[in-house]
């Protein structure tokens, strides 16, 4: 499944919770998207989330369902250091 990273702007601090987490899971696994992780800037304004999903379509249904912002959707490739023995 191609990998997304998503860049998100908030205009107040943003502060993830474990219930927020919870409940946020299901609506993202719902729209077919499988939330790997993501960065949180240190304003704590901007948040870097990396979907792998099937498409730009499911993951803004996913933000529009939770009422958060999907400003730019990259589709990535993953490069590792150990991939270069």
Known sequence: ?????IERNFAEQMEFTQ???EMAKP???DAGNNWIFTFLSADKKKAYC?????N???IR????RL?????????????RPDMFG
Do not use: T
Request: charged share 25%; proline share 11%; no cysteine.
């Open 50 to 54: 990396l979907y792998e999903s099937p």
């Open 27 to 29: 609506v993202i696994a």
């Open 19 to 21: 219930e927020g987490v």
């Open 61 to 64: 249904e996913a933000a529009r």
């Open 67 to 79: 009422g958060m912002p999907a400003d730019v959707i990259m589709e990535v490739e993953e490069i």
């Open 56 to 58: 730009p379509d499911a």
């Open 1 to 5: 499944m191609p990998l997304y990273v």
